[in-house]
Each structure stands twice: as structure tokens, then as C-alpha cells.
């Protein structure tokens, strides 16, 4: 009778363990997907964050070049950069940030205002057009360390 108590409980504590390896290797396995899953989204916010930043510096550059340059030929090619640079803004801003659309619009309306600069011939238009780019180049400027700093949050509650 010994033997066979014996048996069962050394059967019920391999058992268990069994189960107990199982287990673990089914939350270690999710917890790799889960790493995974964070390591890879939080390289593509990096690099999309990146990539935003270098097209809205490059916007803004291209602003105030085209608010000196006397060449024609050259406002033409800056006209066309600053229209060139839309569309990779709006790709790679995070929609989950809140500052996202805000920082979107004002960026619109900076290249709808530095492009109406450089396609106008009238003076008087020409200086509303800059003021009104330099209003919005203010707003960018804030609404960028606002966007990093929602930007960084999201990151860390990624984490």
C-alpha cells in the first residue's frame, strides 16, 4: 500500500510540474511577443518621429530661403520642395498624439502661405503672405516641443 501512495503522489508532483513548465513556457512565450511587438513599434516611432522632425526643419528652411531669394528659377524649385515636403509631414505624424493635428495644420498653412509668397507678384500681398508664415512658424516651433513631449509620454506608457 506504501508503494502505491507513493507512486500517486510522485505521479500528482510530476504532474503538476509538467503543468507548471507548460504555463511558463505560455507566458514566456507572450512575453516575447509582447517585447517584441514594443521593440518594434517603438523603433517605428523613433524613426517616423525622426523623419517628421527633418521634414518640418527642412519646411521651414525652405520658408525663410524663399523669403530672400530674388532668382525666379529658384523660387520655382523651392515652390515645388515645399509642396514635395507635404506629404511626408502628414505620413509620419502619430496619430495618437494630441498634438498631432495641431502641428499638421499649422504646418499646411506655413507651405500655403511660403508658397503663395514665392507664386505672388503683388508687394502688398506678398508681405501679408510672410507675416501670416511667420505666425504659424512661431505656432510650429511651440507645437513641436509640445508634440515631443506627447510624444515621449506615449513611449514610456508603451513601456
Known amino acids: 500500500m506504501d ?10 508532483f510530476t504532474g503538476i510540474t509538467a503543468g ?14 509582447k517585447e517584441r511587438r514594443i521593440a518594434v513599434e517603438l523603433s517605428e516611432k523613433r524613426r517616423m518621429q525622426n523623419d517628421l ?33 507635404k506629404p511626408f509631414i502628414w505620413i509620419n505624424f502619430d496619430r495618437e498624439n494630441r498634438f498631432a493635428k ?4 499649422n504646418c499646411n498653412e506655413y ?20 507675416r501670416d508664415a511667420e505666425k504659424n512658424k512661431r505656432s510650429i516651433w511651440k507645437l513641436i516641443d509640445e508634440y515631443i513631449e506627447a510624444e515621449d509620454e506615449l513611449i514610456k506608457n508603451l513601456i
Open 102 to 105: 495641431k502641428l499638421r495644420e
Open 53 to 85: 522632425m527633418e521634414h518640418i526643419t527642412e519646411v521651414l528652411d525652405l520658408g525663410r530661403r524663399g523669403f530672400k531669394e530674388k532668382d525666379e528659377n529658384a523660387k520655382q524649385k523651392i515652390y515645388f520642395q515645399l509642396l514635395n515636403h
Open 3 to 12: 508503494d502505491f501512495w507513493f507512486k500517486f503522489f510522485t505521479l500528482l
Open 111 to 130: 507651405i500655403f502661405w511660403c508658397t503663395s509668397f514665392l507664386d505672388s507678384s503683388n508687394e502688398t500681398e506678398r508681405i501679408n503672405f510672410e
Open 20 to 33: 507548471m513548465l507548460i504555463v511558463n513556457a505560455i507566458r514566456d512565450s507572450r512575453i516575447k511577443k
